[in-house]
């Protein structure tokens, strides 16, 4: 049997993960991340969580080839470098060869939401594809892309951001700096400006009974008052759909790939969001008239989809 090692490095926790051939998750261990803290910190615990997950799993880490890590920001995995990353505060930092000198492995690197669609490519919803396109909707856009069966991130590794890619010209303020990026409108950070919006505008929305106040909407606030019937609830929610849909068929126009697999907490409405996104694949993407279209599906893995996608990570870069 064959294992492999991978970490998924958020910026709540740090999860480390023995994944078998059956791209099972057979022990795992976490800490937490603590930020803000020197690289040296993070990267310490790190290797104690490898460590940890390794020993759980009753093996050694002269067992693993390697260790695959999954990492916010802009990550150069030929070098090993975390180029930027704004939730870390890191700016080119080696991380790659600091992991393992503690680990005493090799480590390979990619970005996080990369890790997430490779995992789910390799394991979950794009099983059987060669290529495929990730999309996480939670407090922004994640996405990631892989083609012919590897990861794609752009020559200097900042491609493949979806989530900023313009939807709506001088629209909302993006994290980022831009107006009306995807991000902005799809994330639930943007499904809970709609509803906060949209409650202020309706005080008789069913709503308020969900939420309580302001402060307690979260993404499920408007799907839930509309399965009340509850009016303001379901234009809040077609709004959003309509939103996340036109960023849909903006991929698909784009790459046109086997698969979009949808993950995130949002995600959890299924087909909610899969049918109209469908309907409008069918209405308004140019390659409507060929034999074959984009599959939409649901993401599978959860948050498992980066420490499997991390521990896969051979696979899925090109190190030519």
């Known amino acids: 049997m064959k294992y492999y090692l991978g970490i998924d490095l958020g910026g709540t926790n740090i999860v480390a993960g023995v994944v078998n051939e059956s791209f099972e998750i057979i022990a795992r261990a976490k800490r937490k991340t603590a930020l803000p803290r020197s690289c040296d910190e993070i990267t310490a615990d790190m290797a104690a969580a490898a460590k940890e997950a390794v020993q759980a799993a009753g093996l050694q880490m002269s067992d693993f080839a390697?260790?695959?890590?999954?990492?916010?920001?802009?990550?150069?995995?030929?070098?090993?470098?975390?180029?930027?990353?704004?939730?870390?505060?890191?700016?080119?930092?080696?991380?790659?060869s600091k992991l393992a000198v503690l680990v005493g492995i090799p480590v390979l690197m990619a970005n996080d939401a990369d890790s997430a669609a490779f995992g789910e490519f390799k394991a979950g919803a794009g099983r059987g594809s060669e290529n495929m396109v990730a999309i996480t909707l939670g407090t922004g856009v994640g996405s990631g892309i892989v083609i012919r069966s590897k990861l794609y991130s752009g020559f200097a590794f900042g491609g493949a951001e979806f989530g900023h890619?313009?939807?709506?010209?001088?629209?909302?303020?993006?994290?980022?700096?831009?107006?009306?990026?995807?991000e902005a409108y799809a994330s639930a950070t943007g499904l809970i400006r709609m509803t906060r919006e949209e409650m202020q505008a309706c005080p008789e929305s069913a709503m308020w009974q969900l939420a309580g106040s302001l402060d307690g909407v979260d993404g499920r606030t408007a799907f839930d008052a509309m399965r009340r019937q509850d009016p303001?609830?379901?234009?809040?929610?077609?709004?959003?759909?309509?939103?996340l849909a036109e960023g849909v068929v903006n991929i698909v126009n784009i790459l046109q790939p086997e698969?979009?697999?949808?993950?995130?907490?949002?995600s959890k409405e299924g087909e909610l969001l899969l049918e109209p996104i469908r309907r409008r694949i069918a209405r308004d993407a140019f390659s409507r008239f060929a034999d074959r279209s984009t599959e939409v599906r649901i993401a599978q893995l959860g948050n498992d989809a980066g420490v499997i996608g991390a521990a896969l990570l051979q696979d899925a870069l090109d190190l030519r």
């Open 259 to 266: 698969i979009i697999c949808i993950g995130g907490g949002v």
């Open 66 to 96: 390697y260790l695959g890590l999954g990492c916010p920001g802009m990550i150069d995995y030929r070098r090993g470098e975390v180029v930027y990353s704004n939730n870390l505060e890191f700016y080119h930092e080696p991380l790659g």
């Open 165 to 182: 890619s313009l939807l709506v010209k001088d629209g909302v303020q993006c994290t980022c700096g831009r107006r009306g990026c995807f």
């Open 232 to 243: 303001a609830g379901q234009r809040v929610v077609d709004r959003y759909v309509d939103y």
